[in-house]
């Protein structure tokens, strides 16, 4: 079995259809040792960024335009890419070496790496964060993961390197970084599986993906603050207007102050939750593709219309129900004039009641077969 699979004890909320497959690797590669993190994004002024230009030139960088972008420096272990935005992102294996000796003391002229603690004491804090993985792919469940930080926790996952996760190119390290992320928060971090069975139910009931999306946030807090009670706070990545969330934290009875934030992933509890959310969708995603008995791609695009065309014409429309989700596009150009997705509650169910039936499963050994099991009453009312 490969690493990237290893079982955790980690209690989650999970609705992931019946019938996953077990045993065996999925992932190819082994996951890369302990390392420093290789990736560090900064905000500088305009002066700033033609000084680094002009300095990057002059330490012999390779210097080349970039879409979107004012340059991409390229030296020889780092990455250097300046954006309109004023964003600077450094990557690479000499990336630390790079910030620390050059970077900060010449360009930025103030430390932060090793200092994060003294300029964003806020982010050390006790409190917790939560965001999603999955509602773009076609493919693959729907992930929402919290995770609660304090002084020590925020500390080792800088140490690990967790910031912005969409900054994490490598599927593998993604993995990796959520293991370890698992071990640092020592348990203290929910997940909220749904599986593109469950998903597609809910979806229908719902109606809105934004809806779902609230009430999968607040699932997640809900089992976190079971876990934490004396979580003070809690920042989520704003995905709606802040009303929908706000009415799903109300229905299921969370008092915690939330609040929500765009692009809040530079919080080390939303970053935190951000990586084990994607760790999980992509353990999940190579599992249903090894239950299709093909590689299923990421995202929406023309090789994931391709995958679906694919199990269509190997195993007709209805197969695609259990691997992916069915109110995309994507759906009806695979299936090509097959059954259309239904939308809106059903048989009169309120969204609510149907998401109060749906079962739950913490994650198997291997992330193999997941048992099916119901909701305790006791732990409802706790």
């Given at each position: 079995m490969s690493s990237l699979?290893?079982?955790?004890?980690?209690?989650?909320?999970?609705?992931?259809?019946?019938?996953?497959?077990?045993?065996g690797s999925v992932f190819p590669h082994d996951v890369p040792p302990s390392f420093r993190p290789s990736t560090f994004?900064?905000?500088?002024?305009?002066?700033?960024?033609?000084?680094?230009?002009?300095?990057?030139?002059?330490k012999g960088f390779e210097m080349k335009p970039l879409e979107h972008g004012f340059f991409e420096g390229r030296g020889r272990s780092?990455?250097?890419?300046?954006?309109?935005?004023?964003?600077?992102?450094?990557?690479?294996?000499?990336?630390?070496?790079f910030v620390e000796m050059?970077?900060?003391p010449e360009i930025l002229r103030e430390a932060r790496i090793g200092y994060e603690e003294a300029l964003e004491p806020e982010e050390s804090l006790p409190h917790a964060g939560s965001d999603e993985c999955g509602k773009g792919d076609f493919f693959g469940p729907l992930v929402v993961a919290a995770a609660y930080v304090d002084p020590e926790i925020a500390r080792a996952l800088r140490r690990l390197g967790v910031r912005d996760s969409k900054e994490v190119k490598s599927d593998a390290r993604?993995?990796?970084?959520?293991?370890?992320?698992r071990k640092a928060v020592r348990g203290r971090c929910?997940?909220?599986?749904?599986?593109?069975?469950?998903?597609?139910?809910?979806?229908?009931r719902f109606g809105n993906l934004n809806r779902l999306l609230a009430w999968a946030h607040a699932t997640a807090l809900c089992e976190l603050l079971r876990k934490v009670p004396s979580c003070p706070r809690a920042l989520v990545d704003q995905f709606a207007k802040a009303p929908v969330l706000e009415r799903a934290l109300e229905q299921q009875g969370l008092s915690l102050p939330v609040e929500q934030k765009p692009r809040a992933e530079s919080d080390i509890a939303v970053a935190a939750a951000s990586l084990l959310a994607r760790g999980e969708f992509l353990r999940r995603l190579a599992l249903l593709g090894k239950e299709a008995g093909m590689r299923l791609p990421k995202?929406?695009?023309s090789p994931v219309?391709?995958?679906?065309?694919?199990?269509?014409?190997?195993?007709?429309?209805?197969?695609l129900h259990a691997l992916a989700k069915i109110h995309f596009r994507t759906y009806a150009q695979a299936a090509d004039g097959g059954l259309s997705p239904v939308r809106g509650e059903d048989r009169g169910e309120s969204p609510s009641a149907v998401a109060s039936r749906a079962p739950c499963a913490a994650p198997s050994s291997g992330y193999g077969a997941i048992d099916r099991i119901e909701e305790e009453k006791t732990e409802r009312k706790s």
């Open positions: 699979l290893t079982p955790t004890a980690l209690h989650s909320k999970d609705f992931f259809a019946p019938g996953d497959p077990s045993g994004s900064f905000s500088f002024h305009c002066s700033q960024i033609e000084e680094l230009r002009e300095r990057l030139r002059a780092v990455i250097v890419r300046a954006y309109r935005s004023g964003k600077v992102v450094v990557q690479g294996s000499g990336a630390a070496d050059f970077l900060e993604a993995i990796h970084l959520s293991e370890e992320i929910s997940l909220v599986v749904l599986g593109p069975a469950k998903y597609n139910e809910l979806y229908r995202g929406a695009s219309r391709e995958a679906a065309r694919e199990i269509v014409r190997r195993h007709g429309a209805e197969r």
